[in-house]
């Protein structure tokens, strides 16, 4: 069994739902340590949500001598996983990890406990055939990926920024590819917006409607005409901005009385070319022509963030044509991630990870063939910016 494939079966062993991190950074801190790495825990949330982060640097030395200026590149990952669900509906139980036909099963697999052991046991053979290398290595982990993500990496990039510390680099462990490991990184993010929209009308006896102000009747062409709209027209690496609503709701259930609110829940999926104060100055503008009485709250999930070709796409985009022959697509597609909140602080981040088709479902699994590539694409990274290390 290959160290990588051992280190990945501990962790899937380790029962981590949200907010938990069962042991997993106890783990992989232990086997961190060991390098020479500088361990920073940070437990954050209320008693009811406990969430464990852990932050771990490993200075750069020159033959013993003390730690210098150095460039930083960091691997950022989740230890906690969605909830198994019906564990009867699996074919093994979820949290033991089950070799069979070729794969390694168990929540986790692909979503990322893999991508973590790849990410250790690549740095600890970087570390083996360069001790002395003038790159500085970080690893950050957060329990909280895949809840609210309130006190999770945004905690540790809020402690990292108050004590100054530079990033240059970060990847990642987000399953990407699609078909083969290496097929598909991601470059960029788009921005989540999201907004509640209470409209105002009048309550009132269906059968008198010259009484009452139906709300969903005030609403609808104003929906229209959201629906509609143009946002911006995208970019080389992000697609036009979307606006989808998510929810509506309004009535009392009663079949004979007309409403006095209708409330409808949205969100803008935003690239780089629209902002979130013109995204919601244009929509409120419209709100406003159509004379809508309504309340409106907002909430920012997250800013779009992008990285062009460049230092570490070449890096890793030469680290995987290396190892498996391919040549990347750089996308931004999918959903947010923990990189919109590390991209405040590091100029380059990029996600890589294994296939994601199995990820969130029950039987999740990772190609056990695809094991091996990551981890070695990790550590070809390592050894490509090596002669970047010195500032």
């Known amino acids: 069994m290959s160290a990588t494939l051992h280190l990945a079966k501990a962790l899937i062993a380790c029962r981590s739902e949200t907010p938990h991190d069962a042991n997993c950074q106890r783990i992989i801190g232990q086997r961190l340590a060991a390098l020479g790495f500088e361990l920073a825990p940070l437990v954050s949330g209320p008693d009811h949500f406990r969430v464990t982060n852990l932050w771990a640097k490993r200075p750069s030395t020159q033959a013993g001598q003390a730690p210098i200026a150095a460039k930083l590149i960091v691997f950022a990952g989740h230890t906690d996983v969605v909830p198994s669900g019906p564990s009867e509906q699996w074919s093994s139980d979820p949290f033991t990890p089950t070799e069979r036909v070729g794969k390694l099963y168990g929540r986790g697999a692909a979503d990322m406990k893999t991508s973590l052991a790849a990410f250790v046991v690549a740095t600890e053979e970087f570390i083996a055939a360069q001790p002395d290398t003038p790159l500085s290595i970080g690893i950050l982990l957060t329990s909280d990926e895949e809840g609210p993500a309130l006190d999770g990496t945004v905690k540790v990039v809020e402690l ?74 995208g970019n080389a690496f992000f697609p036009p901005t979307s606006w989808q609503v998510s929810n509506i709701h309004g009535g009392s259930g009663a079949s004979n009385v007309i409403p006095g609110t209708v409330v409808l829940d949205f969100n803008f999926r935003f690239c780089t070319e629209s902002t979130p104060e013109a995204l919601q100055s244009r929509l409120s503008a419209v709100l406003d022509q159509h004379g809508l009485s309504y309340d409106l709250s907002w909430v920012l999930g997250g800013e779009p963030f992008l990285t062009a070709p460049g230092t570490l796409v070449d890096a890793v985009t030469s680290a995987i044509a290396a190892e498996t022959g391919l040549t990347p697509e750089l996308s931004t597609s ?37 094991i091996e590539p990551l981890k070695n694409i990790y550590r070809r990274v390592l050894e490509n910016l090596q002669t970047l290390g010195r500032t």
């Open 334 to 370: 999918g959903g947010t991630s923990d990189g919109r909140f590390i991209a405040s602080i590091c100029p380059q981040v990029v996600e890589l990870g294994p296939p994601n088709a199995s990820i969130h479902k029950i039987d999740e699994h990772i190609a056990l063939a695809d």
């Open 160 to 233: 990292l920024r108050e004590r100054g510390e530079k990033l240059d680099y970060c990847i990642v462990g987000e399953p990407t590819s699609v078909q083969q490991t290496g097929d598909m990184i991601k470059n960029g993010r788009r921005g989540t917006l999201s907004g509640k929209l209470t409209v105002k009308g009048v309550q009132g006896h269906i059968a008198y409607p010259q009484l009452a102000s139906n709300p969903i009747h005030l609403l609808a062409p104003v929906l229209a005409e959201l629906v509609g709209m143009s946002w911006d027209q």
